[in-house]
């Protein structure tokens, strides 16, 4: 009975020891593989923009995270830049839905009043699991 009992005992703490283990491997992959939106936006400057100028366009990408909820985080801060743009910036949506509910929101007419004046051209990718 004893046998019996430790077999069963054995049985179930490497029963838990694998759910354990494939609750860990998932909640790892979930977080190197979110299921959020990286929208990655590559800029250059009309040839006129003031630096207070880009940089109220860039601060406006912070604001409009604040007003629109379905924006996680942005970064503004470019450290480097190749080819024919000059800055970068990266909004962060919750999911697939919310950039689409963000095209034509009016937290994003509001900002492109400070943005497209400074702007002269820009690349997007969106990017996602």
């Known amino acids: ?20 283990l494939n609750a860990a491997h998932h909640e790892k992959h979930d977080a190197i593989t979110p299921g959020t939106v990286i929208h ?5 400057w009309k040839a006129d923009a003031t630096d207070e100028g880009i940089q109220a366009a860039l601060d406006g990408v912070v604001t409009l995270a604040k007003e629109y909820d379905g924006i996680e985080r942005v970064w503004i ?3 480097k830049a190749q080819g024919n743009r000059s ?13 689409k509910d963000y ?5 994003q007419k509001k900002w492109y009043e400070v943005y497209y004046p400074v702007r002269e ?3 997007t990718f969106d990017i996602t699991n």
């Open 1 to 20: 009975m004893k046998k019996v009992a430790l077999t069963l005992i054995s049985l179930a703490c490497l029963a838990f020891g694998a759910i354990t």
């Open 40 to 44: 990655v936006v590559t800029v250059s």
């Open 77 to 79: 801060k470019t450290i």
């Open 87 to 99: 800055h970068a910036f990266v909004m962060e949506f919750k999911n697939p839905q919310a950039l």
């Open 103 to 107: 095209a034509g929101s009016a937290a």
């Open 121 to 123: 051209g820009s690349t």
